[in-house]
Each structure stands twice: as C-alpha cells, then as structure tokens.
Nanobody
Framework: VQLQASGGGLVQAGGSLRLSCAAS????????MGWFRQAPGKEREFVAA????????YYADSVKGRFTISRDNAKNTVYLQMNSLKPGDTAVYYC??????????????????WGQGTLVTVSS
C-alpha cells in the first residue's frame, strides 16, 4: 500500500482546510485509517481514525468538534476536514493504514503504512 497525502497549506486562525490521502494497492477498503501529526520538536500524536467502512470514528480530545475524518472507499481516499484551526494545529500531518479494521486505533504501532506527510501552518 502506498499513501499520498495532500491539501496542506497556510491558513489563518479560524480558517479551514481539507486534507486528502489517496491510497494505492490492495486492502484499503478493509482497513482502518488514521491521521497523525507532528509539530516541530514534538512527538507524533494521534489526530483521528476511521473504521474500514466509515461506520465509526475516533478523535483526539484536542480536535474533537473541529475536525472530521471521512473516507470514500470507491476512490481509495480518506479525508480530514479541519475547521476552526488554531496555531497549535500547525504540524506535518500524516495519514496511515492499519492492519486492523476498527477505529479505536490511536497508537502509531497500530499502523503499518504511512504517507509522506503534508504541512499545515496556521497563522495567528
């Protein structure tokens, strides 16, 4: 499986961005997917995850109510809609594919394949 993340950029605080992650290869439609982020000087942290069919989702407390994860299995793509962005959301965002099908997948070790990351910068 290969993952290509896109959609990052520079946005003012309070603005919105939508990240996309296109997957190639087999197994996408039966796998849980997740988004993580890593700010400069910090460890990679969990953002959101979605089950194989989109039926369940799981969010970090820091983004709950502002971010929405979704997926389109026909397009082999997972999305992260980010609203009400804050400077603290500035990070490189990574998508990942899990070997599990659920959504309670908040640990990096739950994932076997990672995209290259897309930079999100939120200015104050």
């Amino acid at each position: 499986v290969q993952l290509q993340a896109s959609g990052g950029g520079l946005v003012q605080a309070g603005g919105s961005l939508r990240l996309s992650c296109a997957a190639s290869g087999r197994g996408f439609s039966s796998s849980g997917m997740g988004w993580f982020r890593q700010a400069p000087g910090k460890e990679r942290e969990f953002v959101a995850a979605i089950s194989w069919n989109g039926g369940s989702t799981y969010y970090a407390d820091s983004v709950k109510g502002r971010f929405t994860i979704s997926r389109d299995n026909a397009k082999n793509t997972v999305y992260l809609q980010m609203n009400s962005l804050k400077p603290g959301d500035t990070a490189v965002y990574y998508c990942a594919v899990s070997s599990y099908s659920g959504s309670y997948l908040y640990r990096p070790s739950d994932y076997g394949y990672w995209g290259q990351g897309t930079l999100v910068t939120v200015s104050s």
